[in-house]
C-alpha cells in the first residue's frame, strides 16, 4: 500500500523514533508499504517517521532515477536496503552535497556531510547486517537516520539565506 508522506511541520518528523523490539506483522507490513510508497515516489530513500510510524525503518535506493534531479546515481551502491535500527559506527571524510527531501519537497539544500559511513542494523529478516557505504549513498544513509532522530536536512544547513534553495529556481 502507498503510504501518505508525511510534510513539513507535521510533528511525526520531529519526533525521535523508537526502537524495533521484533519483526513482527506490523513491521512486515510497515517495511513492504515503505518500499512500495518509495517506489512511487520522486526520491531516493525513505525513513518511518515521513510515513508516520514512529520506528528506527529505513529504506533506500539510490541504484533508480531520482526524478526530480533526473539523473542516475553513478555508483547503485547496495540497490535496494531495507536498515532496521540503524547505527553510524564510522564515518570519514566531508562534502558539501545538494540534498531534497521528500518532506519538504519544495526545497533543496547544501548539506555538510561525511564521504563514507560504515553502518549496522538488522535487514528486512531480522539478520545483523554491517555494510560500508560511500558517496551519494552514504548521504542518502546519513540522511534518512537523521530522520529516525527527529532531525531534518535543513537543520544541517549552515546558512538559510546562502544555502537552502527553492526548487523551481534549479535546473
Ligand atoms: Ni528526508
Known amino acids: 500500500m502507498i503510504l501518505e508522506i508525511l510534510k513539513y511541520p507535521h510533528p511525526s518528523l520531529k519526533a525521535k523514533a523508537e526502537k524495533v523490539r521484533a519483526l513482527d506483522d506490523e513491521v512486515i507490513r510497515l517495511i513492504d508499504d515503505m518500499v512500495e510508497t518509495l517506489y512511487a515516489s520522486p526520491g531516493v530513500g525513505l525513513a518511518a517517521p515521513q510515513v508516520g510510524h514512529s520506528l528506527r525503518v529505513i529504506a533506500i535506493d539510490v541504484s533508480r532515477n531520482s526524478g526530480n534531479s533526473n539523473r542516475r546515481a553513478k555508483d547503485p551502491g547496495h ?24 518532506s519538504l519537497p519544495e526545497y533543496t539544500a547544501n548539506v555538510k556531510r561525511a564521504r563514507r559511513v560504515v553502518v549496522n542494523g538488522l535487514d528486512r529478516n531480522w539478520n545483523p547486517v554491517e555494510l560500508t557505504s560511500k558517496d551519494f549513498e552514504a548521504v542518502a544513509l546519513q540522511h534518512e537516520i537523521d530522520h529516525l532522530e527527529g532531525i531534518l ?5 549552515g546558512s538559510l539565506k546562502t544555502d537552502l534553495f527553492r526548487r523551481k529556481d534549479m535546473d
Open 79 to 102: 540497490g535496494l536496503m531495507i536498515l532496521i535500527n540503524p547505527a553510524i559506527l564510522y564515518q570519514e571524510g566531508e562534502k558539501m552535497v545538494r540534498e531534497g527531501c521528500l
Open 153 to 157: 536536512f535543513i537543520e544541517r544547513v
